[in-house]
């Protein structure tokens, strides 16, 4: 069973950069595209981006293009999102997701999700 943990969230300046992990603990990591999401407070989940099982391919959110990178390292059961340029709208809790379909921005096509990490932007 895929057990996904989120860590490296917290506060930051606008302009600053932060590194969010999400580790797997269960199941065959390489076996699964992992995707990034946020949910801003009264706000739905947006995507972040998503990455190949091998690391080849990754798509991001227009939002974020420029500024984040997703990468993974399967022989650590982790994937990463380095975020760069950081903005007051980009404060949001984070979460790291796993599916066995393709790749996709789509949140409903991921099976497996984390509890989230808080970034705070601030201006």
């Known amino acids: 069973q895929v057990q996904l943990v989120e860590s490296g969230g917290g506060l930051v300046q606008a302009g600053g950069s932060l590194r969010l992990s999400c580790t797997n603990s269960?199941?065959?990591?390489?076996?699964?595209?992992m995707g990034w999401f946020r949910q801003a407070p009264g706000k739905e989940r947006d995507a972040v981006a998503a990455i190949s099982r091998g690391g080849v391919n990754s798509v991001y959110a227009d939002s974020v293009k420029g500024r984040f990178t997703i990468s993974r390292d399967n022989a650590k059961n982790t994937v990463y999102l380095q975020m760069n340029s950081l903005k007051p709208e980009d404060t949001a809790v984070y979460y790291c997701?796993?599916?066995?379909?393709?790749?996709?921005?789509?949140?409903?096509?991921?099976?497996?999700w984390g509890q989230g990490t808080q970034v705070t932007v601030s201006s």
């Open positions: 269960g199941g065959t990591f390489g076996n699964y595209r």
């Open positions: 997701a796993a599916t066995r379909g393709g790749l996709s921005l789509d949140a409903y096509t991921y099976d497996y």
